[in-house]
């Protein structure tokens, strides 16, 4: 079993910056890829960016250039900067790990936190 927990969401103007935090409890942590996804209002989930245990990050092309995925092994903890937001990137952040075959898809991910909010106003 992996515990994930995340945090550093709140509210933000529009083109500032916020930067999550994901720690992990449990299993190895390197042996996982950690992905970031999100979930706004009426929407479905969806990918925002994933790093392998390798340390090959995927960004969503939505956030390529203004968000940066990372991880510290050593801490057990995957971050996410979040840079220039925008008002569409409200919602509920949701930190996961697994081995996926694909990172950009959800069901890969074993074990999911339970979210953080992310609020960018005009």
């Known amino acids: 079993q992996v515990q994930l927990v995340e945090s550093g969401g709140g509210l933000v103007q529009a083109g500032g910056s916020l930067r999550l935090s994901c720690a992990a409890s449990?299993?190895?942590?390197?042996?996982?890829?950690m992905g970031w996804f999100r979930q706004a209002p009426g929407k479905e989930r969806e990918f925002v960016a994933a790093?392998?245990?390798?340390?090959?990050?995927f960004h969503a092309d939505s956030v390529k250039g203004r968000f940066t995925i990372s991880r510290d092994n050593a801490k057990n903890t995957v971050y996410l900067q979040m840079n220039s937001l925008k008002p569409e990137d409200t919602a509920v952040y949701y930190c996961?790990?697994?081995?996926?075959?694909?990172?950009?898809?959800?069901?890969?991910?074993?074990?999911w936190g339970p979210g953080t909010q992310v609020t960018v106003s005009p």
């Open positions: 996961a790990a697994g081995t996926p075959v694909i990172v950009t898809m959800s069901p890969g991910y074993d074990y």
């Open positions: 449990g299993r190895t942590f390197t042996n996982y890829a």
């Open positions: 790093i392998r245990w390798s340390g090959n990050t």
